[in-house]
């Protein structure tokens, strides 16, 4: 079975969890703090956090945030749920602009109009790992005073044009990753979030922890060794030591799985470029994406199939493949609690209704993605 997406584990990956496993701590032990350095280091942020997930990593740089109630997020359609939910968490209405129907990421004219008084938070995605037109929103965040947060769950590895790499939040308050199995890096689990702002620094290691302290510096008593002090309510969002070593692994291996991705994908786009029924992605000329997903664009009407069906005829053939996204405003949850309506988007709506995410990852062999190639160009041959 070749799968949409997979992790890549190492032996060197093996050997440093388990080095973890056989030490003091496996967990509040030396490899969070190294792996934290390690993004550091890679991106250029000045801090950085390793959490849960990426979900994990959304809320806590939202809630440092500290917006008031009753603010409006914007954010794209075109994504996993999580980024929005981040906003749901902290009562700010998640408000949804359309996307650019090239890049299939938040298209800044439509932010501007999307833009109200009560507009706080901006929350672009960099979707399959191309970075979102960063420059323009960040310009549009500076003239409406909103905060943004860049959902990079997609985009470790990638530079933004002005060939800087996503993470070193030059365009943001916050960035954060997902180290979720099926995106570039792994943990098991994992996130983290990057930052160069000490007080939102300050804010989200309290709420990592429960809003615990114990830093003595910090403390409004000091009865003794023993003490520590919730001083707002947090959560339970650490990393644990091994995820952490697994992390650290895997980043010494980013070029390399930065490199394979970019070849299959171009390996995709040459094999793909003649059917007419089909579109690949577009890379902006200036990008250096780490490409996340590939996802390619059917007219099913011209090949007179559904999608359901060319599914089910490459699962046939042992390959899977995904839909990324459904525009969040149309899951049950979203159009009950904000009232939102089909329509609403319908570039990403149309985007929609066309998007089929191919297997991309690190260890898809020339041989196996052939396989892919042959049964997407075979999809016209029993057609009617
Ligand atoms: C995967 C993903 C997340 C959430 O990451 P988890 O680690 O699964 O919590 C958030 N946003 C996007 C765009 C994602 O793809």
Redesign the pocket.
């Given at each position: 079975m070749i799968p949409y997406g997979k992790q890549d584990i190492s032996a060197e990956d093996i050997a440093a969890v388990n080095a973890v496993l056989t030490s003091d701590y496996l967990t509040q032990g030396p490899k969070v703090a190294e792996f934290e350095q390690a993004l550091c280091d890679y991106s250029g942020a000045r801090y950085c956090l390793v959490v849960a997930?990426?979900?994990a990593a959304?809320h806590l740089a939202v809630a440092a945030l500290e917006l008031p109630a009753g603010s409006e997020g914007i954010t794209t359609p075109n994504?996993?749920a999580?980024?929005a939910n981040s906003m749901a968490y902290c009562s700010i209405q998640p408000v949804f602009a359309d996307i650019d129907p090239l890049s299939h990421n938040l298209c800044p004219a439509a932010v501007a109009s999307a833009i109200t008084p009560a507009t706080a938070l901006l929350t672009p995605?960099h979707f399959a790992g191309q970075t979102a037109d960063m420059p323009a929103l960040h310009r549009l965040a500076q003239q409406h005073g909103l905060k943004v947060i860049e959902?990079a769950?997609?985009a470790i590895g990638s530079c933004y044009a002005d060939g800087s790499p996503v993470g070193n939040c030059r365009y943001s308050d916050a960035t954060i990753f997902?180290?979720?199995p099926v995106?570039t890096l792994t943990c098991g689990?994992g996130?983290a979030v990057m930052t160069n702002d000490p007080i939102l620094y300050q804010r989200m290691l309290l709420l990592r922890s429960h809003g615990i302290t114990k830093d003595p510096s910090q403390l409004s008593q000091q009865p003794g060794p023993w003490y520590h002090e919730m001083q707002t309510l947090g959560w339970h969002y650490r990393m644990t030591d091994m995820q952490a070593a697994l992390g650290l692994s895997q980043l010494q291996r980013l070029t390399l799985f930065k490199a394979r991705r970019r070849a299959l994908v171009a390996r995709y786009n040459e094999a793909l470029a003649d059917l007419l029924w089909l579109s690949t992605p577009i890379e902006a000329p200036d990008l250096s994406s780490c490409f996340h997903l590939y996802v390619v664009q059917i007219d099913f009407v011209a090949l007179g199939k559904h999608r359901a069906q060319v599914m089910e005829e490459l699962l046939a053939a042992e390959i899977g493949s995904q839909v990324h996204y459904l525009p969040v405003y149309q899951h049950p949850w979203y159009s009950q609690q904000y009232g939102y309506k089909d329509g609403l988007c319908p570039v990403a709506e149309h985007y929609y209704q066309h998007c089929l995410s191919l297997p991309l990852y690190f260890s898809l062999s020339d041989e196996q993605q052939d396989k892919v190639i042959s049964a997407i160009r075979g999809l016209t041959e029993c057609a009617n």
């Open positions: 997930s990426g979900t959304l994504t996993f999580a980024t995605v959902d769950a997609h997902s180290f979720h995106k689990e996130g």
